[in-house]
């Protein structure tokens, strides 16, 4: 039996390794380096060379396509991959020749056009892009579900939403499991045309295929974003009765649940799918029991959690919130601390105490922790740690530190209304009137029924004239 030089370097363990890979490399460039003979197989230079394409190597790929096209002179693969090459080296003129040669040869192959399209895309030269998809359309009968994907996305990227919308929709008329198109579809509709227009696409979609999760789910999320739980549910449920275990079908429906307060029902989920994925049904059973008054058995699901994991924050937190909503602060600091001491810098764990701290009376460690969370890049709505560590300081009189952190947290969030009413509050404790009422003008200007903040913050201030004055003026714009 004849073997090629490929079946000496690899044996069927590990031919598709990147070691591999880089010996057919070394091996090319010595054989070319000393004009030598080696013997390769198109399969193991195709995969090298789409390797280094893949791995941003051009240079390198380029090399071994020479060498094969030194032996396979007229193989279309090989032509195809040094255009391709070459687009990637920027040397557009010669990748556009050798596409002109293949098109003469064989006018059906829809790579040459999409490739002369890329060419035309980084040049921007949109009529010729999109006229090369056309051609790539006209020539392949095979996959032209693909060419609309995409054209599709080339629309997309040019903020073109209709043409992409046309595309894509061609697409999945073809191609029902192409997620990354109903995702991009979805998207469109929600920022950009409207999901009233999705959701009459979508209800013809899935009325003509009834059987695809894909429509269906989409049509979830759009129900979903128009506050519309109750569809949004019937949406999912659809996707479910087809494959129950669709987990992201499963969530958004518990986060529906949730924002319709139907707890019962998250747990009967949760318990149906808790081995499933055990974890994520179990935290979602405990945070819901929590969220019904069920504190002990919440509690008994966290420290399930808690148990198999002894560096689960979420499990942590949830011990330490309901240990607190008993009122056994002790237990719920002493969860806190063996947590901060495995995860130092962990800010959720930082803020949690913090808070907890400041419920409890204790100030100054209150305001320690919730200032290294903040340090540490809290990386949840951090206008609210501002908020709380500003009153925690107020609570100790401390009027100019609290302005400093109000101040701090609105060069993050600016225009914050929330904060900008409490620095009105801060100022005006500290007689300094002026500031106060221009910022209470800032705040309110922002969010009009917000300025009890205010009051609740500067109790002083409640019989001033010109806030009222302020407040009036606005109520009557």
């Excluded at 046309?166 to 109903?182: A, G, H, T």
């Excluded at 917000?450 to 407040?471: E, L, P, R, T, V």
Aim: net charge negative; charged share 25%; aromatic share 14%.
């Amino acid at each position: 039996m004849c073997m090629s030089f490929g079946d000496f370097l690899f044996d069927g363990s590990n031919a598709d390794s990147i070691d591999n890979y880089l010996l057919i490399y070394k091996s090319v460039k010595e054989a070319t380096d000393n004009s030598k003979l080696i013997f390769l197989d198109n399969q193991e230079l195709e995969d090298s060379i789409t390797y280094f394409i893949d791995e941003d190597e051009p240079q390198k790929a380029l090399e071994i396509i020479n060498y094969a096209l030194s032996i396979f002179t007229e193989n279309v693969e090989f032509i195809l991959l040094k255009a391709e090459t070459l687009i990637d080296l920027k040397k557009f003129e010669e990748a556009l020749i050798l596409l002109n040669i293949i098109e003469n040869k064989e006018p059906y192959n829809a790579r040459v056009y999409l490739l002369r399209a890329s060419i035309y895309e980084i040049n921007n030269e949109g009529d010729k892009v999109i006229g090369e998809y056309h051609k790539a359309l006209f020539n392949d009968v095979n996959e032209p579900e693909l060419i609309y994907e995409e054209l599709g996305f080339y629309f997309l990227s040019k903020e073109n939403y209709n043409d992409a919308v046309k595309s894509f929709k061609k697409c999945i008329e073809i191609d029902k499991e192409n997620i990354n198109v109903f995702d991009a579809l979805t998207d469109i509709y929600i920022e950009h045309l409207g999901t009233i227009e999705g959701l009459s696409f979508f209800e013809q979609f899935t009325n003509a295929n009834p059987e695809c999760i894909n429509a269906w789910f989409s049509a979830g999320c759009l129900f979903q974003d128009e506050e519309l739980y109750h569809k949004a549910i019937k949406a999912y449920e659809k996707v479910l009765q087809i494959d129950e275990h669709h987990l992201i079908s499963i969530e958004n429906v518990i986060q529906c649940l949730k924002l319709t307060r139907n707890f019962k029902r998250i747990v009967k989920i949760c318990r149906y799918y808790i081995d499933f994925m055990h974890p994520y049904f179990v935290y979602e059973m405990a945070e819901t029991l929590f969220d019904m008054g069920e504190v002990d058995d919440s509690l008994k699901h966290y420290f399930q959690l808690y148990d198999e994991n002894q560096n689960d924050i979420e499990a942590i937190l949830g011990i330490a919130r309901c240990y607190a909503f008993q009122g056994y602060y002790k237990k719920a600091f002493q969860f806190l601390d063996i947590g901060l001491k495995n995860n130092i810098d962990n800010t959720d764990l930082l803020v949690f105490k913090g808070l907890l701290l400041k419920e409890t009376g204790e100030y100054d460690s209150a305001a320690k922790d919730l200032e290294k969370a903040l340090l540490l890049g809290f990386d949840s709505d951090n206008s609210d740690v501002f908020f709380e560590l500003a009153d925690v300081y107020c609570e100790i009189d401390d009027f100019n530190a609290a302005i400093d952190a109000l101040l701090k947290g609105l060069d993050e969030n600016k225009n914050n209304p929330k904060l900008l009413f409490f620095l009105a509050a801060c100022y005006y404790n500290f007689n300094n009137k002026e500031k106060a009422y221009l910022t209470f003008e800032d705040a309110i200007v922002l969010e009009k029924n917000a300025y009890n903040i205010f009051f609740d913050k500067c109790i002083i201030a409640q019989s001033d004239n010109y806030i009222m004055d302020i407040i009036q003026k606005n109520n009557t714009i």
